[in-house]
């Protein structure tokens, strides 16, 4: 099974940055689409952005625009690039990736973002 290893997270003022990264092992990584979930705070976990292999986008609408998905083929690495942080913003964000037909998914450990004053 492919293991993702995501870093980046941390506490942020609202307004401010942050850059997640997710590392997937294997070669395997390369034929699956990947993407950012985060579960806030007694809610469930929701998708925020997903990349397909061919480089097709997903935002949700609570995000888009401020935040960007993107894929480094060469150190096989997605990232996801948040600006203009929200309060709701907050919560634990995990990688996933999935196969093409969505059979098989994998997901990380998680990464806490907290974005307060």
């Known amino acids: 099974q492919v293991q993702l290893v995501e870093s980046g997270g941390g506490l942020v003022q609202p307004g401010g940055s942050l850059r997640l990264s997710c590392t997937p092992s294997g070669s395997i990584s390369s034929r699956f689409g990947m993407g950012w979930y985060r579960q806030a705070p007694g809610k469930q976990r929701d998708m925020v952005a997903t990349v397909t292999s061919g480089g097709n986008t997903n935002y949700a609408d609570s995000v888009k625009g401020r935040f960007t998905i993107s894929r480094d083929n060469a150190k096989n690495t997605v990232t996801l690039q948040m600006n203009n942080l929200k309060p709701e913003d907050t919560g634990v964000y995990y990688c996933?990736?999935?196969?093409?037909?969505?059979?098989?998914?994998?997901w990380g450990q998680g990464t806490q973002v907290t974005v307060s004053s």
């Open positions: 996933n990736a999935f196969s093409p037909l969505m059979e098989l998914t994998f």
